[in-house]
């Protein structure tokens, strides 16, 4: 059992920043990858980073690529999403993920951008 807690959403300005935060604990945790998504309203829950555990290789989707960095701290077991240059299209709740034979995903955290 995997369990993921998310901090650090919240309302900020257009061209504004957040630290989006996701902790995973549980016993011998480990995954080969670790993903934030981000659901808008009324909208599908899509894949906005996603970073190599071991290697740290990044992906981005296009549309927060050159804003986003994700990275991560393999002592803390925690991703971090680093967003620059916010846009109100990016609002919307964002959910950390762990991959694997059972996908686990974090409570998701508020991200509102106002224009």
């Known amino acids: 059992q995997v369990q993921l807690v998310e901090s650090g959403g919240g309302l900020v300005q257009a061209g504004g920043s957040l630290r989006l935060s996701c902790a995973a604990s549980?016993?011998?945790?480990?995954?080969?990858?670790m993903g934030w998504f981000r659901q808008a309203p009324g909208k599908e829950r899509d894949l906005v980073a996603s970073?190599?555990?071991?290697?740290?290789?990044?992906y981005y989707v296009d549309s927060v690529r050159g804003r986003f960095t994700i990275s991560r701290d393999i002592a803390k077991n925690t991703v971090y999403l680093q967003m620059n240059s916010l846009k109100p299209e990016d609002t919307g709740v964002y959910y950390c993920?762990?991959?694997?034979?059972?996908?686990?995903w974090g409570q998701g955290t508020q991200v509102t951008v106002s224009s």
């Open positions: 549980g016993r011998a945790f480990s995954t080969y990858a």
């Open positions: 970073i190599s555990w071991s290697a740290g290789s990044t």
């Open positions: 993920k762990v991959p694997g034979a059972v996908d686990y």
